[in-house]
């Protein structure tokens, strides 16, 4: 883990995922949708802020992400909604290394996962 919190998550092999093709992972708790447009791997969350769209189902052109249900557009490389600058999808610096793809996101917070983990639980007090 880095200084800033973040992990280096692995996604697979870069030929796997070939031009133009588009794959959902789930990574440290988020859904990450994950682009090959021309060679380039660029990574953003999956839900779209209008209304939920399962982005990685969208259409790509020019770096430009429409979402399925055609209202929104982002910007691939930093998550910014056309039009709306201020309102963006969170982005996820890529690294290759020796022919696979990593993920830079933010570790799972430790409190979170215990939260998750107890749900459920019932206290009884003695
Ligand atoms: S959910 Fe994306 S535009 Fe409707």
């Known amino acids: 883990?880095?200084?800033?919190?973040t992990v280096l998550v692995p996604a697979g092999r870069a030929e796997e995922l070939r031009p133009g093709e588009a794959c959902v992972?789930?990574?440290?708790g988020r859904e990450v949708a994950l682009f090959n447009v021309d060679g380039n791997y660029l990574a953003l969350d999956n839900r779209?802020?209008?209304?939920?769209?399962d982005l990685v189902k969208g259409m790509v052109r020019k770096e430009?992400?429409?979402?399925?249900?055609?209202?929104?557009?982002?910007?691939?490389?930093t998550g910014e909604r056309v039009g709306q600058p201020r309102r963006r999808l969170r982005s996820y610096p890529i690294e290759l290394h020796d022919g696979s793809v990593?993920?830079?996101?933010?570790?799972?917070r430790l409190w979170?996962?215990?939260?998750?983990?107890?749900r459920g639980l019932v206290y009884v007090a003695g």
Do not use: A, F, N
């Open 64 to 77: 430009i992400l429409t979402c399925p249900s055609r209202h929104c557009h982002y910007r691939l490389r």
């Open 112 to 118: 979170t996962s215990l939260q998750q983990r107890l």
């Open 48 to 53: 779209c802020l209008y209304d939920g769209g």
């Open 102 to 108: 990593w993920v830079s996101v933010p570790r799972k």
């Open 25 to 28: 992972l789930r990574l440290e």
């Open 1 to 5: 883990m880095s200084m800033d919190g």
